[in-house]
Each structure stands twice: as C-alpha cells, then as structure tokens.
C-alpha cells in the first residue's frame, strides 16, 4: 500500500513537473523575439540573422517547440529510467523522483534567474526615443541563461538516468 502510495506521488509530481516545463517552454521564446513589439523601421533588415531568428519565434509553433522540446527530453529520460529499473521498483521510485526534483528545479531556476536579472544593462525607456534600439544585446543574458539552463538539467538527467543501486 505504502509503495502505492509513494507510485501515486510520484507520477503527480511528474505531471506537475512537466506543466513547469510548459510555462517554462513559453517564457524562453520571448528572449528570442526582441523585435517583435516594434515599428518596422527599427527592425533588422529582412534576411539578417537577428530579423530571421526573431521572425521564426513569433509563429505560434515555434514558440510550442521549446514547451515540448523540454517535455519530449523529459519524456525521454522518464522512459529510459523506466526501462532500466523496471524490475527494481524502489529504485525506480528513487530515480523518477530525482528526474520530477530535476525538471522543476529547471524551471524554477531558470524563471528566478530570468525574473532577477536586470534588464539590458541600461534602463532603455529612459533613453530619448530616436536613441533607442531594441536588440539581442538587450536579450542576449535571457538566452544564455535559458540555454545554459537547459544544457545542465539534460547533464543532471543523464546522470540520474545513470544512477546505480548501492
């Protein structure tokens, strides 16, 4: 009864965990598109990669992609535990446990970073207007922070995946 209930948490926490990874998944792309809430002549000019980059990222598809992206990679590790442990029950637990503790602390992480971060290195709505210039220079710290972000839960990941019974 007791592993049950343990089971019945686990996989909760799993989905609450990937709809972290949902909310996650939408706030990334917004660092990507710093040109989207602008006048068209202070935009890059059509076929650069700043004005490319930012145009992919305003289709509504794109922005899903990083939601599911981080959801499938999830769905991936979870799987392959599963696999691994499956006749080993309470390691099993253990280990989709730690994937649900990694996967929020994606989130988590990356959303107080983002939220904390100061904007852009100047305050650009101080700037006269003709002196202001959306950008990636404005962005850029968003994006390594997401990138680096995810690039160190795919690492914990895999090394949880790789856990070994003691």
């Known amino acids: 009864m007791k592993r049950n209930i343990t089971a ?4 909760i926490l799993l989905i609450v ?3 972290g990874l949902l909310f996650w998944g939408r706030l990334v792309p917004t660092a990507f598109m710093p040109y989207s809430d602008v006048l068209e002549a202070m935009r ?9 980059l ?6 509504t598809w794109a922005q899903e992609f990083v939601s599911f992206l981080g959801i499938g990679i999830s769905i991936i590790f979870v799987g ?6 499956w006749d080993k029950r309470n390691e099993l637990m253990v280990v989709l446990l730690y994937l649900t503790l990694s996967n929020l602390a994606l989130f988590l992480v ?3 970073l983002t939220l904390y971060m100061p904007a852009g290195g100047e305050l650009s709505f101080l700037k006269p207007l003709g002196q202001y210039r959306p950008g990636y220079e404005l962005t850029y710290k968003y994006i390594l922070v997401d990138v680096l972000s995810l690039l160190i839960w795919v690492l914990i990941q895999i ?3 790789n856990y070994k019974e003691h």
């Open 8 to 11: 019945f948490i686990t996989a």
């Open 17 to 19: 965990s990937w709809i």
């Open 44 to 52: 890059p000019p059509s076929g650069t990669w700043q004005r490319s």
């Open 54 to 59: 930012n145009d992919f990222f305003q289709y």
């Open 80 to 85: 392959c535990a599963i696999y691994r442990f």
């Open 110 to 112: 990356s959303l107080l």
């Open 159 to 161: 090394k949880i995946c």
